[in-house]
């Protein structure tokens, strides 16, 4: 990591302006506030651009990239080489991503981090590889690590944080009864309920705000947008709960809702698999003539990003991965009959090969 480090540190240092490309939940945009704090430091300009597994797989998107320098945060970059490798005839490029790697994407004009390639045999959120690669604002990678569930992994790690910052150490096993936990559901909220626009006044938040204590402050103009999502949320579980398809011998949830007020669709679904953690929990979103499709397993017994992968072959224009515990997928509603009949397929597939 070190080489790859040095040679980032370089491009950098070199670069006229960057072009920041991130995923907008809250680990991606902790991932920014962290890098962006540190390109200020540097007098670095830059341009800020939010990107999506969606927007990637069109090649329109990569016209938006101008710059000599281009990273990558918290998207998996390397699922769409064709065009990252032509992007790179004309940029030097940087990912710093932690989904399930497809390529090693590494040369003289890429540097590509991965916890596969870095030697980190855990799950290990965008925010916590930024915070160990500069190594400063240990509370934002906090909230990013726990805001991507990855407490569990990590928690001496935030334990150790919040010793820091004169906070009460977690016991949760995911640390979600963390204080950081808290500001996690206002950055995400801010994202449901304003879609980029609020994602933007988050991360602005996060990058003006020197330490914890004034974050807090600053964030408490979030908290009505985090109250109503919350009505939300609740009001959706016991629609789950009554309104649900079970299949039994699949261990299969599955739910639909139909023009959803916010963009609910992540959150939600990591919600109900809390509460019903040895079950598959599928949710399907539908909007206009497009089904977005959020997985969820939280015991590990089957692999989710698989699941959604395999389940959108073969359609047109449908896209599908993530991680192992938690994946999403994009189908057009003339396909969805043929998705949930394949969805069904493979998850049998994996249960027979888990035998």
């Not at 959706?236 to 023009?259: A, G, P, Q, S, V």
């Amino acid at each position: 990591m070190n080489q790859k480090k040095e040679k980032m540190i370089k491009w950098i240092k070199n670069a006229g302006t960057i072009d920041v490309v991130y995923h907008i939940d809250t680990d991606g945009l902790c991932s920014a506030a962290q890098l962006i704090k540190y390109l200020k430091k540097k007098g670095k300009n830059y341009n800020l651009i939010s990107g999506s597994p969606q927007k990637m797989r069109h090649s329109s998107f990569y016209y938006k990239l101008k710059s000599e320098l281009v990273i990558f945060l918290d998207l998996p970059a390397d699922h769409y080489e064709d065009e990252i490798y032509k992007l790179n005839d004309r940029a030097d490029i940087v990912i710093i991503d932690h989904h399930i790697m497809n390529k090693d994407m590494n040369s003289e004009t890429i540097a590509h981090f991965n916890p596969a390639l870095d030697g980190i045999d855990k799950y290990c959120p965008s925010s916590k590889q930024v915070y160990d690669l500069f190594r400063k604002y240990d509370w934002i990678a906090a909230i990013g690590v726990i805001g991507d569930l990855g407490g569990k992994q990590w928690k001496e790690w935030i334990n150790r944080v919040e010793k820091r910052h004169g906070l009460s150490p977690c016991k949760g096993e995911y640390c979600l009864d963390s204080e950081f936990a808290k500001y996690d559901h206002l950055i995400n909220a801010s994202r449901m309920i304003k879609g980029e626009e609020g994602s933007m006044e988050a991360l602005k938040i996060l990058v003006e705000s020197e330490t914890f204590e004034e974050f807090k402050k600053q964030s408490e103009k979030l908290i009505s947008w985090e109250q109503e999502i919350s009505s939300y949320l609740e009001e959706l579980k016991e629609r789950f709960e009554k309104d649900k398809e079970e299949n039994k011998k699949l261990e299969l949830l599955t739910f639909t809702i139909r023009n959803p007020k916010y963009s609910i669709g992540s959150a939600l679904s990591t919600i109900i698999s809390m509460e019903h953690y040895n079950k598959t929990v599928v949710l399907f979103i539908i909007k206009n003539s497009i089904v977005n499709v959020n997985f969820r397993r939280q015991d590990g017994k089957y692999d989710m990003a698989l699941l959604a992968k395999k389940s959108v072959e073969g359609l047109p224009k449908a896209s599908g991965g993530g991680h192992p515990k938690a994946a999403g997928a994009t189908v057009r509603i003339v396909d969805f009959a043929e998705f949930r009949n394949n969805l069904k397929k493979n998850l049998r597939a994996q249960m027979k090969a888990a035998k």
